[in-house]
Structures are given as C-alpha cells and as structure tokens.
C-alpha cells in the first residue's frame, strides 16, 4: 500500500519561499511509471494541480504558477519536494502530494493527507 | 487549459435517493476523465477513471458514463457516508491537469 505525507512549516512569511516534502513509502519513486504531484486547495474552494516531477527530474508546472514553483526529486530519500517562491496571502492553502501513472489522461490515485501552509506576516 | 465545468452545485438528497452530477468539459478530453469524493478534512479519493471505471474498493452504487465534453457520476443509492463533495478532474492530450469546482452533496 502506497502512502504519501506532507510535512513542512505550516506558517510562512509574505515574499519568502514556501518549502514543502513529500515522502512516499510502500513503494520506490525510483522505479519509474508514475508522476510525483503537487496540488493545492484553498480554504473552502476546490483544487488546483502545481506540477508534476517523474523520477529522472523531468518536470511540468501548471503555467499559472510556473515563474514561481520549483518541484525536485531525492530517490535515495524517496522525497520529493516543492518549493514556490515569493509567497503572498493568496497562496495559503492546503498542499496536497499525490501520484498518478505517467500514462496521457492519468489520474490521482493515491494522495497524502494534506498539510496546510498559512502565508502570514 | 481545460476547463471543467460541473452541475449542480449543490444536490440536497435523502438516503436512499439516486444522486446524478454532471461534469462538461470546454473542448474534448475523450474518456480521459476521473471522479474524486472528499470529506471535511480529508484528501480526495479517487472513485472513477477513465469516465467509467471504478477504482478499487469503491461501491458498485457509483457508476460514471460519458465521452467527449459530457460526463455524469450517479450514485444509485445514497448511504450516508456518500454525503461530500464530488469533483471531476481530467489530463488529456498531455495538458495541465484540471478539477472541476465540485458538487456538494448534502442531505435534505
């Protein structure tokens, strides 16, 4: 069984960088097959896909937030991380990791539990 | 980008009622569309693939159809752990991922 958990600083100041670390466990990023995602959803409002990584380091941003995200990859961890830079108040949210299967049309099929980052001075 | 459009917004229903919610895409995704449930303070779980295949472990009461730009998810018979929100979500042609805004279904 496939589990993903979040974990990071869970506040945030305006203009800096919010850093994010999935570790996935259950199963090897390192084995290929699937994408590495980061999704968001702000409180009370629906969800929004971040970006993807696959396990060479070969990443795709959703363009809306491409200027700021940077996804990474650490197979000898089984992490993978995310960090968005010069974060403002429309940025807090909780911050979902998931895997899909590198396939065109994929879906989500396992997530982790979600942390939430609150971007605050 | 796609955009995903989904109707109601909200569904009041009893237990025991058949739940139908609809999804339209803005241009064709073929069957390259998935169904998520989410609870309060829960992640989504995946229910459907590929418009119409339930994924494992979901109840045979969730059936999703469609092709193209138009796509339902139908609950046959509401329980009462069914009560959440309902969002769709497709990838197609290798296009950033989308979610719809989601249905919530509450109880009448």
């Known amino acids: 069984q496939v589990q993903l958990q979040e974990s990071g600083p869970g506040l945030v100041k305006p203009s800096q960088t919010l850093s994010l670390t999935c570790t996935v466990s259950g199963g090897s990023i390192s084995s290929g097959g699937y994408y590495w995602s980061w999704i968001r959803q702000h409180p009370g409002k629906g969800l929004e896909w971040i970006g993807y990584?696959?396990?060479?380091?070969?990443?795709y941003y959703n363009p809306s937030l491409k200027s700021r995200v940077t996804i990474s990859v650490d197979t000898s961890k089984n992490q993978f991380s995310l960090k968005l830079s010069s974060v403002t108040a429309a940025d807090t949210a909780v911050y979902y990791c998931a895997r899909s299967i590198a396939v065109a049309g994929t879906f989500f099929d396992y997530w982790g539990q979600g942390t939430l980052v609150t971007v605050s001075s | 980008e796609i955009v995903l459009t989904q109707s109601p917004a909200t569904l009041s229903l009893s237990p025991g009622e058949r739940a139908t919610l609809s999804c339209r895409a803005s241009?064709?995704?073929?069957?390259?569309l998935a169904w998520y449930q989410q609870k309060p303070g829960q992640a989504p779980r995946l229910l459907i693939y590929d418009a119409s295949n339930r994924a494992t472990g979901i109840p045979a009461r969730f059936s999703g159809s469609g092709s193209g730009t138009d796509f339902t998810l139908t609950i046959s018979s509401l329980e009462p752990e069914d009560f959440a929100v309902y969002y769709c979500?497709?990838?197609?042609?290798?296009?950033?991922?989308?979610f719809g805004p989601g249905t919530k279904v509450d109880i009448k």
């Open positions: 979500q497709q990838r197609s042609n290798w296009l950033p991922f989308t």
């Open positions: 990584i696959y396990y060479s380091g070969s990443t």
């Open positions: 241009q064709s995704v073929s069957s390259y």
